[in-house]
């Protein structure tokens, strides 16, 4: 199983771009990792907003983009805006296991 | 509309079993394409999965909980469950299901979850 690991906090101003990245340690080396990224606003179920590193479901804003380069993912949020301020959580999936970060918490100034 | 819905005790004391079920509906919780998971939240803190189980019954879990854990399905209720024996404060969270799209390995549908408390 996976090791993911995220900065505690990200901060940026009202349409600035941020960039959250996520490490991965896993023990397993030849399986394919599946890597999302969740974000989570106070009292609410988390919500998926890139799955497979870089592809968006259906309704969520172009502004979120992800991708990854060897072990690190990593979530991009352009023209931050107020209700950008949540948690996210990046997540992995290898041979039918999951797991997730720490979370970053993003704030917006 | 897919729809999963968290269900059990609030309050479990220590050393007992917490038992959780989710029930689901808008789907069939035997489609061939999804496993159905727990992930757990302790108060001010992240997500911990807890374990996935496939349709046939097939679970994984986390490696530093699966001494205490137990999923199990019943696709006649369409409902999956979770239980915990053992329980201490560190199993105080929120419990959430969801469910896992197996070919990209992503939780596309959660339910409300549900507090749990342990008490002494």
């Known amino acids: 199983q ?19 990245y996520c490490t991965e340690t896993s023990s397993d080396i030849y399986g394919y990792h599946y890597v999302s990224w ?18 968006r479901p259906s309704g969520v804003s172009s502004r979120f983009s992800g ?29 039918s296991s999951s797991s997730f970060g720490s979370g970053t918490r993003v704030t917006v100034l | 509309q897919l729809q999963l ?17 989710c029930s ?3 789907g069939s919780i035997d489609s061939s394409s999804y496993y159905w998971g727990w992930i ?13 189980i496939y349709y046939t019954g097939s679970t994984y879990y986390n490696i530093s909980l699966q001494s205490r854990v137990t999923i199990s399905v019943d696709t006649s209720k ?7 024996s053992s329980v201490t404060a ?3 969270a929120m419990y959430y299901c969801a469910r896992l799209f197996d070919d990209l390995g992503d939780y596309r549908h959660w339910g409300r979850g549900t507090m749990v408390t342990v008490t002494s």
Do not use: M
Request: with cysteine; hydrophobic share 30%; glycine share 12%.
């Open chain 2, 24 to 26: 689901v509906s808008g």
């Open chain 1, 2 to 20: 996976s090791a993911l690991t995220q900065p505690a906090s990200v901060s940026g101003s009202p349409g600035q771009s941020i960039t959250i």
């Open chain 1, 38 to 55: 969740y974000q989570q606003h106070p009292g609410k179920a988390p919500k998926l907003i890139i799955y497979d590193a870089s592809s």
């Open chain 1, 67 to 95: 991708s990854k380069s060897g072990n690190t993912a990593s979530l991009t949020i352009s023209g931050l805006q107020a209700e950008d301020e949540a948690d996210y959580y990046c997540g992995s999936y290898t041979s």
């Open chain 2, 78 to 84: 369409n409902q999956f469950s979770l239980k915990v």
């Open chain 2, 5 to 21: 819905q968290e269900s059990g005790p609030g309050l479990v004391k220590a050393s007992e079993t917490l038992s959780l079920t």
């Open chain 2, 90 to 92: 560190a199993d105080t």
């Open chain 2, 40 to 52: 757990r939240q302790p108060p001010g803190k992240g997500l911990q999965w807890i374990g996935n």
